[in-house]
């Protein structure tokens, strides 16, 4: 072990005198004690224990426009082949429009609407969430199911129900405090406080399929908010991915405190006739319009 050694001469000491010793600041651990406590163990501890995330669920209300504007109530349509044009070979949604198809298209008959038949009422719409828009790489979040119900777009002005023919297959959903009267199911979305408030500008983004479950038949009809006229010739770039016409995209946003959603439609899906109508003209209700895209 080196010693810096210094001799003094006790006849150079007077009354007073201070001696400065100097330490040498430098120095070589023999072990890894400090840094096993300072470092490796803080990192064990993290590794070990799960972070604390907050997994209590909070309401989401659907929101339009570059504000966030809140919505108390928007509408789903939606639009089958016809089987007069399936019949001939040529798949045809009805209308030209983003108008909804009429209860026929899919096989029910007038007594099935106006008694409210078993097999009209347990229809419904599944409106699934997922984490990405590509199937075989994405998970289910959740889904909301949206049952077949007769309101007053199924009626006419004195209450009665319309003709088959002439019934819309729409829905109406409303916020259940201010629109008691509209379908509460599928209104709001309920998700993950902490998700969101830590995602990159508190914005959490999934995506939305609509699948409509037809208890008359059985079949379950894929839907899309984007018409598509020639269902033999789909591709899967033109179903999946960000500019696919499947997925819709939905941003879940902390606005300040307040917890919104908005369907955010890509470029596929706004062609005309859009699928997304947050914003219609005359003061009319905002609209999601769904076409069937496979026979």
């Known amino acids: 072990m080196f010693v810096d050694k210094r001799k003094i001469l006790l006849d150079n000491i007077g009354s007073g005198t201070t001696i400065d010793i100097a330490l040498k600041t430098n120095f070589f651990p023999v072990d890894n004690a400090e840094l096993i406590e300072d470092k490796f163990v803080k990192d064990e501890v993290e590794n070990a224990i799960n972070p604390i995330v907050d997994y209590k669920k909070v309401i989401f209300k659907p929101a339009r426009g570059d504000n966030w504007e809140i919505i108390d109530k928007f509408k789903i349509n939606l639009n089958f082949y016809t089987p007069v044009s399936i019949n001939l070979g040529s798949p045809q949604h009805r209308g030209s429009g983003a108008e909804p198809g009429v209860y026929s298209d899919i096989g029910f008959t007038f007594d099935d609407v106006f008694c409210r038949s078993n097999r009209f009422i347990n229809s419904f719409i599944r409106f699934a969430l997922y984490d990405n828009p590509n199937s075989g790489q994405n998970e289910l979040l959740s889904f909301a199911d949206i049952f077949t119900q007769v309101g007053i777009e199924q009626e006419n002005e004195f209450g009665f129900v319309l003709p088959v023919d002439e019934c819309p297959i729409s829905f109406i959903l409303g ?12 209104f709001h979305i309920y998700w993950f406080k902490d998700l969101v408030d830590n995602a990159p500008n508190q914005e959490y983004i999934v995506y939305g399929v609509v699948q409509f479950n037809n208890a008359l038949n059985g079949r379950v009809y894929e839907l899309a908010p984007s018409k598509q006229f020639d269902p033999n010739n789909i591709t899967l770039t033109n179903i999946e991915g960000e500019n696919g016409i499947l997925y819709l995209k939905i941003i879940l946003k902390n606005d300040n405190g307040v917890y919104k959603y908005k369907f955010v439609p890509n470029t596929k899906q706004l062609q005309v006739p859009s699928g997304v109508n947050l914003n219609p003209s005359g003061g009319g209700i905002p ?9």
């Open 175 to 186: 916020d259940p405090v201010t629109q008691p009267e509209e379908i509460h199911e599928g």
């Open 287 to 295: 609209t999601l319009t769904f076409w069937q895209t496979t026979i």
